[in-house]
């Protein structure tokens, strides 16, 4: 009877059907335990990083303090001759404004586009500058830009006249928040000469607060020299803004 019980017993152990079945049974089951853990804490990782992300980006909102008007004018796939072949880059040319008379412009190139867009965008935050603006719509008064082969002409115009501006020259003044103006450019097509020359215009802008501060004199002393009356010229003086 003993032999038999052991002979019973071995008979399950010995098996070539009984061994394989137990040993893959604990251990799919406790490699799919391991790897849906590592699973879960994988997806815990990535999702802990994208939550990071977004705190960043919430961050670099809040220390702006602004909406900034960003105007891509120009993008440019550029080349490298290197051992073995070429390699591509991208150059792209970003103008950035704030819509209250603050402007600037900045390339930046890279492999890919959106990086060579940051890079623009970031240096073109940078570079901005403060332009006087008649009422907030138009110029104080005409000017006249010149960079390299380019040269530009911008007038004031009255309430109603819109952006008479094409190419990289709307972009500027769409985002530099000029509603009503003249341009003309003559000589290149260039738009990076385009826009320093615009740029180059607005630099010479003042006003006639600046102006009269600058002589020692009030606002509505220069505007009488045009030949207007005390009362018309105080009022002008009061509704002139930076």
């Known amino acids: 009877m003993a032999d038999e019980n052991t ?17 893959r049974g604990p251990g ?10 590592d699973r879960n804490r994988g997806g815990g990782d990535r999702g802990g ?3 990071r992300d977004d705190r960043r980006g919430g961050n670099r909102d809040e220390d702006q303090g602004e909406e900034l008007i960003e105007k891509l ?16 880059g991208f150059a792209a040319l970003v103008v950035v404004g704030d819509g209250k008379g603050r402007a600037g412009f900045g390339h930046g190139k890279a492999r890919e586009v959106p990086e060579a867009i940051s ?19 138009t ?9 390299g082969a380019g040269k ?20 500027v003044f769409e985002s530099l928040g000029v509603a009503d103006v003249v341009t003309k450019s003559n000589g290149t097509s260039n738009p990076y000469n385009m826009i320093r020359a615009t740029f180059a215009a607005l630099g010479e802008q003042t006003s ?32 002139i803004a930076e």
């Not at 002979?7 to 010995?14: G, T």
């Not at 799919?28 to 853990?37: F, V």
């Not at 004018?73 to 591509?88: D, E, L, P, Y």
């Not at 606002?219 to 030949?227: C, E, I, T, Y």
């Open 7 to 23: 002979i019973e017993v071995a008979a399950p152990v010995d098996g070539a059907d009984a061994a394989p079945t137990e040993g």
């Open 28 to 37: 799919r089951g406790a490699r799919g335990n391991r790897g849906g853990g």
């Open 49 to 51: 990083r994208g939550r």
């Open 73 to 88: 004018v120009h993008i440019n796939r550029v080349s490298k001759t290197v051992k073995g072949g070429k390699r591509f």
């Open 119 to 137: 890079k623009a965008t970031a240096a073109a935050k940078k570079a901005m500058v403060r332009v006087p603006l008649k009422e907030g719509r």
């Open 139 to 147: 110029l104080h008064h005409d000017g006249l830009g010149h960079f």
């Open 152 to 171: 530009v002409t911008v007038r004031s115009a009255p309430a109603g006249t819109g952006i008479i501006a094409g190419g990289p020259m709307r972009a």
């Open 208 to 239: 006639p607060k600046s102006v009269a501060q600058r002589r020692g004199k009030k606002v509505a002393d220069l505007l009488r020299r045009g030949g207007a009356s005390v009362e018309l010229a105080a009022a002008d003086a009061e509704a």
